[in-house]
T-cell receptor, first 114, second 111 residues
Framework: AQTVTQSQPEMSVQEAETVTLSCTYD???????LFWYKQPPSGQMILVIR??????QNATENRFSVNFQKAAKSFSLKISDSQLGDAAMYFC???????????FGGGTRVLVKP | DVKVTQSSRYLVKRTGEKVFLECVQD?????MFWYRQDPGLGLRLIYF???????EKGDIPEGYSVSREKKERFSLILESASTNQTSMYLC??????????FGPGTRLTVT
């Protein structure tokens, strides 16, 4: 069974600075997807970024980028130029290539200090 | 825009009550999901439906059942609510092989 681990329960960052969230996963599959979801205080889960395992290039979405290390089974999220609106829970998730089920990590709370 | 709605944001029920959580999506997605979210544990899949009247158990189905009579609606049922089912419940939907869209969640308290 696949597992996803987020080792940082909480991270704090100064506004305009950069923060990196860690995620490791365990799988025997070679093709899969990895995701970062954001959950603000409202509770609505929002997809931040997606990475296909067969792609070597790291995904980027505006101020959000990932560092995908397939051999190390590591998938970190970097938030650049942090804004107050980035304060939220962030979840790393895994999905098999030919599947629909998501496996989530325990989450990391990001606090942004003005 | 995809919209996934859940019948209640907050719900308080008593131990032993039968509880229905409703989820509706408006994008004709064939897949629908129910998750439970607890601090430190992330989201865990309870049940998954890939078509009307079709369902599949997730990682923590014990104490729950589901119903999907129409494509747009997926219900989670707690036959006899217990205090350890106090949690946040999230519904999601997706097209086959595509990203999941989530509802706003229902925070259920069982006393």
């Amino acid at each position: 069974a696949q597992t996803v681990t987020q080792s940082q329960p909480e991270m704090s960052v100064q506004e305009a600075e950069t923060v990196t969230l860690s995620c490791t996963y365990d799988t025997s599959e070679s093709d899969y997807y990895l995701f970062w979801y954001k959950q603000p205080p409202s509770g609505q889960m929002i997809l931040v970024i997606r990475q296909e395992a067969y792609k070597q290039q790291n995904a980027t979405e505006n101020r959000f980028s990932v560092n995908f290390q397939k051999a190390a089974k590591s998938f970190s999220l970097k938030i650049s130029d942090s804004q107050l609106g980035d304060a939220a829970m962030y979840f790393c998730a895994y999905r098999r290539y030919a599947g629909n089920k998501l496996t989530f990590g325990g989450g990391t709370r990001v606090l942004v200090k003005p | 825009d995809v919209k996934v709605t859940q019948s209640s944001r907050y719900l308080v029920k008593r131990t032993g009550e039968k509880v229905f959580l409703e989820c509706v999506q408006d994008m004709d997605h064939e897949n629908m999901f129910w998750y439970r979210q607890d601090p430190g544990l992330g989201l865990r899949l309870i049940y998954f439906s890939y078509d009307v009247k079709m369902k599949e158990k997730g990682d923590i189905p014990e104490g729950y059942s589901v119903s999907r009579e129409k494509k747009e609606r997926f219900s989670l049922i707690l036959e006899s609510a217990s205090t350890n089912q106090t949690s946040m419940y999230l519904c999601a939907s997706s097209l086959e092989g595509y990203e999941q869209y989530f509802g706003p969640g229902t925070r259920l308290t069982v006393t």
